[in-house]
């Protein structure tokens, strides 16, 4: 059974940063690429960024480009996703999702419970 748990979440200042860990069991981690969602309230759920098996691919939304960074780390079978200067409009519940394959797609087979991260003003 796939399980991805997130932490990392909180009640953060704008500007400040948070970072978020996703850990992985019941797949093999290291052959699926891996994303954050997040969903804002009254929102549909968003893409915020991809990461291939190997990390040597990487997509990021326009709106956090340049202020969060998605890694991982295939030993520890974790996902990241360290996000800094945050806004306001940050704020929602983040997914970790696993996808079908080794490279990123749209298709995510696997989701996580969410951690809620709030950017206050």
């Known amino acids: 059974q796939v399980q991805l748990v997130e932490s990392g979440g909180g009640l953060v200042q704008a500007g400040g940063s948070l970072r978020l860990s996703c850990a992985a069991s019941?797949?093999?981690?290291?052959?699926?690429?891996m994303g954050w969602f997040r969903q804002a309230p009254g929102k549909e759920r968003e893409f915020v960024s991809g990461?291939?098996?190997?990390?040597?691919?990487?997509s990021y939304a326009d709106s956090v480009t340049g202020r969060f960074t998605i890694s991982r780390d295939n030993a520890k079978n974790t996902v990241y996703l360290q996000m800094n200067t945050l806004k306001p409009e940050d704020t929602g519940v983040y997914y970790c999702?696993?996808?079908?394959?080794?490279?990123?797609?749209?298709?995510?087979?696997?989701w996580g419970q969410g951690t809620q991260v709030t950017v206050s003003s």
């Open positions: 019941g797949l093999t981690f290291s052959s699926r690429a």
């Open positions: 999702a696993g996808g079908l394959v080794s490279y990123i797609t749209p298709q995510y087979v696997s």
């Open positions: 990461i291939s098996w190997s990390g040597g691919s990487i």
